[in-house]
């Protein structure tokens, strides 16, 4: 790249002074006598040829051949091509500086060049559509580029840009948009949530190693010595070991392979629940949102001059995933998550009672690897009350023949995110075609002589049967397209080789298992076409025809799915008239069941009658002993009472002691603030009186300035009369030469046009008679 750039460099250098060479050649070629510079003259006759050059560089030229002093800004850019022949140099410079959008200003004899339109410049329009930028987002992005003529319109239906500007500025537009409009990168986020309990959230191991600074170490954990640490787990059992402590597991990275072995081992053993295991393709920079859930319906009542009004709404409850992934430079990605995980835990008269786990963070992360989020707990407390029919619902034996339990269950809500940058199949073909070209270099120039061709097809095939510890990494649809990229470079690069028509046999099924079938059916047609003798080109004539059968089913499949369709709306039809007869059939059944349940229902009630008055007696006993204990709750609920209003009465004293604390300080910074503000006052009213002279002598001086300015501006203007004069002139007599041509050109267009309509007419009368033929 470098010695690209200083080749590039070498070659401009080369031409500009190849350029300066050429016009003192033609200077010298055209004026009699001795080769000095020419100074400028309004009558002096050039001409110059240039092709592709920087404007400066023609402008330097024209300053060592004519003896001009010209002053050009550092904006001045851009290359030229132009040729003209016996005019004055201001026509010449005029006709430089116009091309690109230039203008210049003379003072004294020094000529200024900056950027800007001059009289006669002319501005152009074109479109410029985008591929992946957005035009509303472009136009703001480009504005800058423009000149102060310039103009920019949107397209939004087309995504295109009108530009009006001079041919320079739409340059560097373009270059501009050339580097920015680019597609945009997609990351593939797979995740899965999960609830955990407590204990099997320890036994969660994975095999890790880190080193940690002392007093610090890694996710909160505090320790005196510098060590490295290592956990070691494994999923038949549970072992876990930390040197130097304890320390509790919020976040942590690890490779996208163990966590998911981990993961499967977990909810296979049913030690945890899948909660939702999503995966999204999202762009770069942008949102990815999967809410997994429901819409819970709650009243709610609100009061109007007419009375009280209620409404339904809803709220989102379920598992929520946010994730904003950032493709860094160096290969890693920033995501910014927020998980969320919430339920209806109660039903109340003002809404539903949501329990909700979510957190929010942003981390850096490798491509491939896995991010895991913990520490959102939730307890359940549950009570459990167990009896005997008949005798665990009698007072006082019920405790003889009944039981009571509490089960805690505490879990944890743990996330699982992997991101993978997607690149597009042309990237993929792109880099694997320059580590295949690189691979394939190394070893034609190792001394081992090893079979390229033979290396890439093993490649190949491992990555297609899933072979090996690069291929375990990948995901099937990722093997099969590196697969296919080897493939088809080896049957380009080698196409006589011996792998070739196996690498194109083996491509056109990989298209198939991709299904692209038209791709593999072409495939199989170049074996038979170019390998007829192989050992495969039955194999491909077998898989031509099974995708050509393929084809001609896929074809087919819209019919048959009609057909379908409609067969499945008489099937619904008909299972709705059979719903409807069992419905009915029901309930006369039902009807028949209810009459034998309540001559049941009555007897049963006899029975609890006299069960009913041998209780009573028990009940009332029953009912002093819940007396008492009634009593004595009340007792402790009012003395806990009694405890909670003398500490709200401590609380309020000392609010209002700090509040008293509070509004002295307040009244304190006030009196320096307006101290402060005093001092403040009286320096600015002496500075304003420093900057009053200031300004007195500085408009003594412009006032100086400007009569000199309109003095040079009288000199300026009686110049440029007599030179609009003598262009209003010339401009006469190139409009009179317009007028005679444009008017012998509508004589001519006139006699076409009464050549067209006699033509016309001829035609329709022609027609007229065919019809009246036809009739």
């Not at 019920?398 to 879990?411: A, I, P, V």
């Not at 199989?524 to 077998?542: G, M, N, T």
Request: charged letters at 30%; hydrophobic letters at 35%; glycine letters at 4%.
């Amino acid at each position: 790249m470098i010695k690209n750039r200083v080749k590039n460099k070498c070659k401009s250098i080369a031409a500009v002074v190849l350029v300066i060479f050429v016009t003192i050649l033609a200077a010298d070629s055209g004026v009699s006598g001795a080769p000095e510079k020419k100074p400028f003259g309004g009558e002096q006759r050039i001409s110059v040829d240039y092709k592709d050059v920087d404007v400066g560089d023609v402008l330097r030229s024209l300053s060592y051949t004519y003896g001009l002093n010209l002053v050009t800004s550092s904006e001045v850019k851009g290359k030229i091509t132009i040729s003209l022949k016996d005019v004055s140099v201001a026509e010449a410079l005029d006709a430089i500086l116009s091309a690109n959008g230039y203008n210049y200003s003379q003072k004294g004899s020094i000529y200024y060049i900056s950027p800007g339109s001059i009289e006669g410049a002319q501005a152009v329009t074109e479109a410029v559509t985008l591929k992946y930028l957005k035009a509303s987002d472009a136009q703001n992005l480009v504005r800058k580029v423009l000149s102060g003529k310039g103009d920019i319109k949107v397209d939004e239906i087309s995504n295109m840009l009108v530009v009006t500007d001079y041919p320079a500025s739409i340059a560097k537009l373009k270059v501009l948009l050339k580097d920015v409009d680019q597609p945009p990168r997609q990351v593939l986020i797979e995740a899965k949530i999960l609830d955990i309990t407590s204990k099997d959230l320890q036994n969660l191991g994975v095999t890790w190693e880190a080193d940690y600074s002392p007093g610090h170490g890694i996710f909160g954990r505090s320790t005196n010595t510098a060590e490295e640490i290592k956990v070691t787990q494994t999923l038949s059992g549970t072992s876990s070991s930390v040197s130097g402590g304890q320390f509790k597991l919020d976040t942590l990275v690890m490779k996208g392979l163990t966590a998911t072995a981990t993961i499967d081992a977990l909810v296979q053993t049913q030690k945890a629940h899948l909660l939702a295991s999503p995966s999204i393709a999202v762009l770069n920079n942008r949102e990815a949102r999967i809410i997994i859930g429901e819409k819970v319906p709650y009243k709610e009542k609100m009061q109007t001059t007419t009375g009280t009004t209620e409404t339904t709404k809803y709220i989102d409850v379920g598992t929520t995933l946010r994730v904003t992934p950032s493709i860094n430079a160096d290969g890693y990605i920033t995501l910014s998550i927020h998980p969320e995980v919430s339920s209806v835990s109660a039903l109340l008269d003002a809404g539903p009672r949501i329990t909700t786990r979510e957190a929010d963070t942003v981390v850096r992360v490798k491509e491939g690897e896995t991010i895991v989020i913990g520490g959102l707990i939730k307890q359940e407390d549950n009570r459990i009350k167990s009896r005997i029919p008949v005798l665990g619902y009698i007072p006082i034996l019920e405790y003889l023949f009944s039981s009571k339990s509490r089960d805690q269950t505490q879990t944890e809500l743990a996330v699982f995110i992997t991101p993978k940058i997607l690149l597009s199949r042309a990237e993929r073909l792109s880099e694997n075609k320059t580590r295949y070209e690189e691979e394939a270099y190394v070893n034609i120039l190792s001394t081992a002589g090893v079979n390229v061709q033979m290396k890439l097809f093993d490649k190949a095939r491992k990555l297609q049967t899933g072979e090996g510890f690069e291929a375990n990494e990948k995901a099937v649809w990722q093997r099969r397209n590196q697969a296919l990229s080897i493939y088809e470079y080896i049957v380009t690069q080698f196409p006589d080789g011996p792998k070739a028509a196996e690498s194109a046999y083996q491509s056109a099924v990989l298209y198939s298992l991709l299904g692209e079938y038209g791709t593999a059916k072409t495939m199989c047609e170049k074996i038979l076409s170019e390998y007829p003798s192989s050992s495969f080109a039955v194999r491909a004539d077998r898989l031509r025809k099974a995708m050509n059968a393929r084809l001609r089913r896929e074809k087919h499949a819209q019919a048959r799915k009609k057909v379908l369709e409609i067969k499945t709306a008489a099937d619904e039809q008909r299972d709705e008239i059979k719903k409807d007869e069992a419905f009915y059939t029901g309930l006369q059944k039902t009807i028949e069941r209810d009459a034998l349940e309540n001559d049941r229902r009555e007897k049963v009630e006899t029975e609890k009658q006299i069960l009913k008055e041998k209780k009573e007696e028990r009940l009332s006993q029953a009912a002093l002993m819940r007396q008492a204990l009634q009593i004595e709750k009340e007792m402790s609920r009012i003395y806990r009472l009694k405890e909670s209003r003398e500490a709200e009465q401590k609380a309020a004293e000392e609010k209002q002691a700090a509040e008293q604390e509070r509004k002295r300080q307040l009244a304190a910074e006030r009196a320096e603030q307006s101290r402060l503000k005093a001092e403040a006052l009286e320096k600015a009213k002496e500075e304003a009186a420093i900057k009053r002279e200031a300004e007195q002598k500085a408009a003594e001086e412009r006032q100086a300035a400007e009569q000199e300015r309109k003095r040079q501006l009288a000199a300026e203007r009686a110049e440029q009369s007599r030179l609009k004069a003598e262009a209003l002139e010339k401009a006469k007599e190139e409009a009179a030469i317009k007028r005679e041509a444009e008017q012998k050109a509508a004589e001519e267009r006139q006699a076409a046009e009464q050549e067209r309509k006699r033509q016309l007419a001829a035609e329709r009368a022609e027609q007229s008679r065919l019809k009246a033929e036809a009739l």
